[in-house]
């Protein structure tokens, strides 16, 4: 994994060395993020990962939500620079659905993993690469994951994607290694 990240640091050092932040992400998902927020209990984590295959970026990704009424879709957003914790973005990935609106059942666990690759990507992302979709994340904190349902279908739970390690750990071993 550190390879995909040292070769990008190499490349792109010129131009935004704080590209190269982390492979691993996370998303913590809840009511009280969405806009606007929703008070509800439901709740959700998230983990991505960052990996070079093929000479092209994937992301692995797994979702896990405790939701007694189920999930129609768990989509990737990108949102506005503007304002990124309080604005709706526009889909660039959906990472599981959309699901049979017939079988709304209650989720307590993994709702769904799998591997993200670039003709995945559409919306803001169409035609980009993986690499592209990272560098969102790590240039702005733009890409946040949202739960859509039967109750709430333009979103019940929502967490932003955050580096899952230290970057300035991460940094420093980009250093020492290069
Ligand atoms: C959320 O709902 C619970 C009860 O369902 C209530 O006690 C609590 O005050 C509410 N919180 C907010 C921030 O509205
Ligand atoms: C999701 O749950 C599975 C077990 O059901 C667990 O192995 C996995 O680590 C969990 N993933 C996340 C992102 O919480
Ligand atoms: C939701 O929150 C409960 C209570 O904190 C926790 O036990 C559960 O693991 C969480 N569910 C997910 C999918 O993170
Ligand atoms: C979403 O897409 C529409 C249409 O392309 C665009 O006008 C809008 O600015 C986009 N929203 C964000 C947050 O980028």
Not at 16 to 35: I, K, N
Not at 79 to 92: V, Y
Request: aromatic share 6%; net charge negative; proline share 7%.
């Amino acid at each position: 994994m550190r390879i995909l990240c040292l070769l990008l640091a190499f490349v792109i050092a010129l131009h935004a060395p704080s590209s190269c932040m982390a492979d691993e992400y996370r998303a913590t998902l809840d009511g009280f993020s969405v806009v606007p927020p929703l008070n509800i209990s439901n709740n959700g984590t998230a983990t991505f990962t960052f990996k070079e295959e093929d000479h092209t970026a994937v992301m692995y990704f797994q979702v896990n939500i405790t939701a007694p009424g189920g999930a129609r879709a768990a989509e990737l957003h990108q949102a506005s620079t503007q304002d990124p914790l309080n604005t709706n973005g526009n889909t660039t990935a959906v990472l599981w659905g959309p699901h049979d609106p017939h079988q709304d059942k209650p989720v307590d666990g993994q709702l769904g993993a799998g591997k993200l690759t670039t003709p995945d990507l559409f919306g803001p992302l169409k035609g980009l690469g993986i690499i592209n979709l990272k560098d969102q994340i790590d240039n702005g904190g733009l890409i946040y994951l949202v739960i859509l349902t039967k109750d709430h279908p333009e979103g019940e739970m929502r967490g932003q994607l955050i580096s899952a390690e230290n970057p300035y750990a991460t940094d420093i071993l980009a250093v020492a290694a290069g």
